[in-house]
C-alpha cells in the first residue's frame, strides 16, 4: 500500500547496490553529521569549529591551506562531475537534462561565491577537505547516475519536475541573496562576527541553509528518484543541526542577540 503510493511520485528503485548503498550511506552520514552539530562537534570548515576546539586545533600537526583554497577544492570536483554529466549521457531525457542543470548550477554558483562572495580567514585541515570534497562528489555522481538508470522507464504518475525546477529556482536564488548579505556584514580586513541582518536574518539566523534545503528539495522533485529523496532527507536533518548550533554560538557570543530570531523556520523552529 505505502510502496504503490511512493511509486505514484518515485521511480521504482533501480536493481543497483550501488543506488541502494549510496542512498543509505548519504541518508545516515548526513543526519548523523546533523546531531554532531547540535551536540558541539563542528564541521572543520565552520566558522565555530575553532572557537570551540581552540586546543585541539592549536596542537593539530596535520597539513593545512588557506581557506579560500580549501573551499573550491569542495566544490570544484563535483562540478566537473555534473558538466561531463552530459558528455557522458548524451541522450539523457529532459528530466535528466534538468536534474544534471541544477546540480551544475549549483555548485557553479557555489563556485563563484567562494571566488567574488565570500570573505575568508584561517586555513582549512587539507584531510577533511579531501574528505568532504569526496562526499559532494559522490553524492553528485550518486544522483547523476541514479537518474541515468530510470531513462526508458515509465514516468511517475505525478509529475513534480517543473514545480521541482521553480522550487530550486526560489532556493538558489535565495541562498546567493542571503550569502551576500553575510559577505557584506565586515569589511575589508575586519575579522570580527556580527549579527546578521537584513532578507529574513530578522526572522531566522540561517536563512541560507533554509533556501538551500529548498534547492534539495527542488532537486529532489524535479529526478523524483529514491536517492534523491534520501540524500534530501539527510540534508535536511544535517542543516537543522547545523543551524542549531549557528543560533546557539551567536546566543553565547553577542548578549543582544534578539530571542525572538528562530533557527532556520520564521516564527517556528
Same mark, same amino acid.
Given at each position: 500500500?505505502?510502496?504503490?503510493?511512493?511509486?505514484?511520485?518515485?521511480?521504482?528503485?533501480?536493481?543497483?547496490?550501488? !543506488? +541502494?548503498?549510496?542512498?543509505?550511506?548519504?541518508?545516515?552520514?548526513?543526519? @548523523?553529521?546533523?546531531? *554532531?552539530?547540535?551536540?558541539?562537534?563542528?564541521?572543520?570548515? *565552520?566558522?565555530? =569549529?575553532?572557537?570551540? @576546539?581552540?586546543?585541539?586545533?592549536?596542537?593539530?600537526?596535520?597539513?593545512?591551506? &588557506?581557506?579560500?583554497?580549501?573551499?573550491?577544492?569542495?566544490?570544484?570536483?563535483?562540478?566537473?562531475?555534473? $558538466?561531463?554529466?552530459?558528455?557522458?549521457?548524451?541522450?539523457?531525457?529532459?528530466?535528466?537534462?534538468? $536534474?544534471?542543470?541544477?546540480?551544475?548550477?549549483?555548485?557553479?554558483?557555489?563556485?563563484?561565491?567562494?571566488?567574488?562572495?565570500?570573505?575568508?580567514?584561517?586555513?582549512?585541515? $587539507? &584531510?577533511? +577537505?579531501? !574528505?568532504?570534497?569526496?562526499?559532494?562528489?559522490?553524492?553528485?555522481?550518486?544522483?547523476?547516475?541514479?537518474?541515468?538508470? +530510470?531513462?526508458?522507464?515509465?514516468?511517475?504518475?505525478?509529475?513534480?519536475?517543473?514545480?521541482?525546477?521553480?522550487?530550486?529556482?526560489?532556493?538558489?536564488?535565495? @541562498?546567493?541573496?542571503?550569502?551576500?548579505?553575510?559577505?557584506?556584514?565586515?569589511?575589508?580586513? &575586519? #575579522?570580527?562576527? #556580527?549579527?546578521?541582518?537584513?532578507?529574513?536574518?530578522?526572522?531566522?539566523?540561517?536563512?541560507?541553509?533554509? =533556501? &538551500?534545503?529548498?534547492?534539495? $528539495?527542488?532537486? *529532489?522533485?524535479? *529526478?523524483?528518484?529514491?536517492?534523491?529523496?534520501?540524500?534530501?532527507?539527510?540534508?535536511?536533518?544535517?542543516?537543522?543541526?547545523?543551524?542549531?548550533? +549557528?543560533?546557539?554560538?551567536?546566543?553565547?557570543?553577542?548578549?543582544?542577540?534578539?530571542?525572538?530570531?528562530?533557527?532556520?523556520?520564521?516564527?517556528?523552529?
Amino acid at each position: 500500500m505505502v510502496m504503490s503510493a511512493l511509486l505514484k511520485f518515485l521511480y521504482p528503485p533501480p536493481p543497483s547496490l550501488f !543506488v +541502494t548503498t549510496m542512498s543509505v550511506i548519504s541518508f545516515v552520514s548526513l543526519a @548523523n553529521a546533523g546531531f *554532531s552539530e547540535i551536540k558541539g562537534k563542528h564541521m572543520q570548515y *565552520s566558522k565555530f =569549529f575553532g572557537t570551540t @576546539n581552540i586546543e585541539k586545533v592549536g596542537d593539530n600537526k596535520k597539513g593545512r591551506i &588557506e581557506s579560500k583554497k580549501g573551499m573550491l577544492l569542495l566544490y570544484s570536483p563535483a562540478f566537473l562531475a555534473g $558538466v561531463s554529466s552530459f558528455a557522458i549521457f548524451p541522450d539523457g531525457d529532459l528530466r535528466f537534462a534538468l $536534474v544534471c542543470s541544477a546540480l551544475t548550477i549549483h555548485f557553479f554558483k557555489r563556485i563563484s561565491e567562494v571566488l567574488f562572495i565570500h570573505k575568508f580567514s584561517g586555513l582549512m585541515d $587539507v &584531510e577533511a +577537505t579531501f !574528505v568532504i570534497s569526496t562526499s559532494y562528489f559522490l553524492s553528485t555522481v550518486s544522483m547523476i547516475y541514479c537518474q541515468h538508470l +530510470t531513462q526508458g522507464l515509465p514516468e511517475p504518475s505525478i509529475d513534480l519536475k517543473y514545480g521541482g525546477c521553480i522550487i530550486f529556482l526560489v532556493g538558489i536564488i535565495g @541562498n546567493f541573496y542571503h550569502h551576500y548579505l553575510l559577505s557584506k556584514l565586515r569589511t575589508k580586513g &575586519e #575579522k570580527e562576527y #556580527k549579527i546578521p541582518q537584513g532578507g529574513l536574518f530578522d526572522l531566522v539566523i540561517c536563512p541560507h541553509y533554509l =533556501f &538551500e534545503i529548498l534547492i534539495f $528539495v527542488g532537486v *529532489s522533485c524535479t *529526478s523524483q528518484t529514491l536517492y534523491a529523496i534520501s540524500f534530501t532527507l539527510g540534508s535536511i536533518l544535517y542543516l537543522m543541526g547545523r543551524s542549531i548550533a +549557528t543560533r546557539n554560538w551567536y546566543k553565547s557570543k553577542f548578549d543582544d542577540f534578539p530571542k525572538d530570531i528562530k533557527a532556520l523556520i520564521p516564527y517556528i523552529f
